[in-house]
């Protein structure tokens, strides 16, 4: 692509959207599984899936086909309606993610709305406290900004709904905070956004038993964690509990818009009509393709590939020995590369130029989440990019 192309398309772009986003890296028109193209024709190996959103990679037939079956019946209703992908995805919903009979399901747009679903739902038990964590991240809408535990992205939008507070995320630290006027916990299983983070082992299984002691709700944002991305359909079930509400959004459908929250037990009465809603939540569009992205995570047993592939990356990374590198955090295909300081954006940098795309998430941290289709020949295309990226940094 010559400089002056890239200016071009540059300069319009700052032109006409709002500067809310740092400027594009490249002008992507198309893509092909794990691959995508720029407009100069130039092919890049696809490691950030969107930011864990095209689970299936781009232009996936089961995609294709469902999008162009539901779009030539009709795309949106409204909720004075159902649909039957509505239902179907609802009932399919409660079954995976083990909410059962009583679970609940609530459609949205976004991870964002998601959570702020779970926002109003925590407000309805009645109770003022609401605690999270320190660095997590739930959203850039008011609400999940203020559930959001990153004071620089809250500031200059002070003040936000109150009754959050930030704790460490150390079990010491949710004793010390716990009582019987928190309404409820919110935590991610890995804080993908400040650089692919797990919780410390164990502290699920601890949050649900100090939670329940005191009546308060366990509220599991599984956004990014969540349809298969770390080898299980939600990491919340590594650890064998039961929450009362889990969020989730980006993998769901492939790429097109869908957030949810489902709810467990006693939890999924406090909602009641006219609590909450969404003009396109839920829309038979969305949740058709939903339908056809799950069920080809199961025909094609993308959980295992997950897993799989997951190791094989990690060992990938692991193999070149690079000075650069200090860690590799996450579990599945949501993996985090820990470098000495100030080394990952030039890592990231140099990977783009060699044609694959990465996430300088911090200056410390390169975020990897691939489509789940992921395969041995992307492994290795990976490890090649990666070890030339590493090597001219």
Not at 151 to 175: M, N
Not at 355 to 370: D, E, F, K, Q, Y
């Amino acid at each position: 692509m010559t400089t002056a192309t890239m200016t071009e398309w540059r300069e319009r772009y700052s032109h006409d959207l709002m500067g809310s986003y740092a400027p594009p890296l490249r002008l992507l028109v198309r893509g092909d599984g794990c691959w995508v193209w720029d407009d100069d024709g130039k092919q890049y190996l696809d490691f950030l899936g969107g930011i864990a959103v095209n689970s299936l990679g781009h232009a996936h037939p089961v995609v294709v086909e469902a999008a162009g079956r539901q779009a030539a019946l009709m795309v949106h209703v409204s909720n004075y309606f159902a649909t039957p992908s509505q239902l179907e995805l609802a009932e399919r919903l409660k079954t995976i993610t083990g909410a059962g009979e009583e679970g609940r399901v609530y459609f949205g747009n976004s991870g964002a709305e998601a959570n702020e679903a779970a926002f109003k739902l925590a407000r309805r038990t009645g109770r003022p406290r609401i605690l999270a964590l320190k660095n997590g991240f739930h959203g850039r809408t008011m609400g999940a900004l203020a559930l959001t535990g990153k004071p620089a992205l809250q500031e200059g939008f002070l003040p936000l709904p109150g009754g959050v507070e930030h704790l460490d995320s150390t079990i010491d630290a949710l004793e010390a905070a716990m009582g019987d006027d928190v309404a409820a916990l919110i935590v991610e299983p890995i804080k993908g956004e400040t650089g692919v983070v797990p919780l410390p082992e164990g502290y699920l299984r601890e949050a649900r038993r100090i939670t329940e002691r005191h009546g308060a709700l366990l509220i599991i944002d599984e956004i990014q964690t969540g349809v298969g991305r770390t080898g299980l359909w939600f990491d919340f079930q590594r650890e064998g509990i039961t929450p009362d509400a889990v969020t989730m959004a980006k993998g769901i459908a492939g790429g097109v818009p869908l957030g949810v929250m489902v709810t467990f037990g006693a939890a999924s009465g406090l909602l009641q009509r006219g609590d909450h809603g969404s003009t396109f939540g839920g829309n038979p569009f969305a949740t058709t393709v939903a339908i056809a992205v799950l069920d080809e995570i199961e025909r094609a047993d993308l959980l295992g590939n997950a897993a799989r592939r997951g190791e094989q990356i990690r060992a990938a990374v692991e193999s070149f020995g690079s000075s650069l590198v200090t860690e590799v955090r996450g579990r599945g295909l949501l993996l985090g590369i820990g470098t000495v300081e100030g080394a990952a954006p030039a890592i990231a940098a140099a990977a783009l130029e060699l044609g694959l795309i990465v996430n300088p998430i911090n200056p410390t941290s390169i975020r990897l989440a691939p489509p789940l289709i992921v395969g041995d020949a992307e492994v290795e295309a990976f490890r090649d990019r990666l070890g030339q990226a590493l090597a001219a940094s």
